[in-house]
């Protein structure tokens, strides 16, 4: 059974972590859209999905969090990556699988997904 | 929404878009009775009551009137559907309280879903919001509040993907725990 005190063993464990978060200045930013129209068209596992793969793949200079709409409901889920010091890159009808892909090539390997962009939607 | 929680999780948006600083999610599963209720309350801007009524039918606005979103006409309409209920009530610079209950059993009622991962994305997205959740089912209690988080959490952020991935099974395990599943 998971309880309160596993807090205290995550924040002994990530103490360093933390320590290198602060100085590192930038992290990169994933913004998935979490109205509506994100929500009904599977944005809450899409973050999951990032959420796992940042864990798993021990990432530590990236976040997730949410935006409300970003206005194209017919290409939700969208998902915005923003690398410090280069131009935002917008991901349309994210999947799982989509999201473990742009965690691997974009945030680990600098390499933009390009087949998953909005640039390529329209 | 395939999941009532799908549905938690965007009536919350609404919560924090009124800048709430508190949001207290119940749900209640009452088996003698043959209800399930939802209920979201916040301390934000909240609604006039004019606004309230609009809010609820999108349909009986006009097109040259403010424009009216989905969410709280998805909520109603699943509660509808399941022989169930919906109310709002508000107070301008007070808070918000959106209830809607459903009959347990009915075959319409969609399933809960996965409220751990509903309230995963909420904390670790809206980390100034202090979020309470409260699952009763029947005599049994779960509370989740991340006043405790903070508090044994320190300096780690509630978005680190170790302590989303900790609350969401936290919240599985205590819903289980009360044999609250729905
Ligand atoms: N908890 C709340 N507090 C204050 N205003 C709210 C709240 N919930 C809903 N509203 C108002 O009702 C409107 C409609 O809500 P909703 O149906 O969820 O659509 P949307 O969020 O897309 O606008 C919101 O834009 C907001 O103005
Ligand atoms: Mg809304």
Redesign the pocket.
């Known amino acids: 059974m998971k309880s309160l005190a596993d807090l205290e063993a995550i924040r002994n464990r990530t103490i360093n972590k933390v320590g290198l978060r602060k100085e590192g200045t930038e992290e990169t930013r994933i913004v998935v859209g979490m ?2 129209c994100g929500i009904a068209a599977g944005a809450r596992p899409v973050m999951q999905a990032f959420v796992e793969e940042l864990q798993k793949r021990n990432i530590t200079n990236a976040f997730v969090t949410q935006t409300g ?1 970003i206005g194209v409901c017919r290409l939700e889920p969208i998902v915005e990556v923003y690398v410090p010091g280069q131009e935002k890159v917008t991901y349309v009808k994210m999947t799982a699988e989509k999201a473990a892909k742009v965690v691997v090539d974009h945030i680990v390997n600098g390499k933009v997904v390009e087949e998953y962009t909005i640039g390529n939607a329209e | 929404m395939k999941e009532l929680s799908l549905n938690i999780l ?2 919350a ?3 924090i ?2 800048n ?1 600083t508190c949001v207290t999610i119940q749900v209640c599963k009452d088996t003698a009775q043959n209800r399930l209720t939802l209920c ?1 309350e ?1 301390d ?4 006039t009551e004019a ?2 009524k ?2 609820c039918d ?1 349909f009986v606005t006009t097109r040259t009137t403010r ?8 909520l109603k309409l699943a509660a509808e559907q399941a022989e169930g209920t919906f109310s ?1 009530q ?1 107070e301008v610079g007070k ?2 309280k ?1 209830t809607a209950t459903f009959t347990l059993n009915h075959i319409d009622r969609l399933p809960l879903g996965d409220i751990g991962q509903t309230m995963s994305v909420l904390v670790s997205c809206n980390q100034t919001v202090d979020f309470v959740y409260i699952h009763k089912a029947d005599d049994k209690t779960f509370v989740f509040d991340t006043k405790q988080m903070r508090a044994a959490l320190g300096d780690v952020p509630l978005n680190d993907p170790e302590v989303v991935l900790w609350m969401q099974e936290y919240i599985k395990e205590g819903i289980l725990s009360i044999n609250g599943g729905v």
């Open positions: 109205a509506t709409c | 965007d009536i948006q609404n919560s878009a009124a709430a979201i916040d934000g801007k909240g609604m606004f309230v609009k809010v999108p424009k009216v979103g989905m969410g709280i006409p998805l709002i508000s808070g918000t959106v």
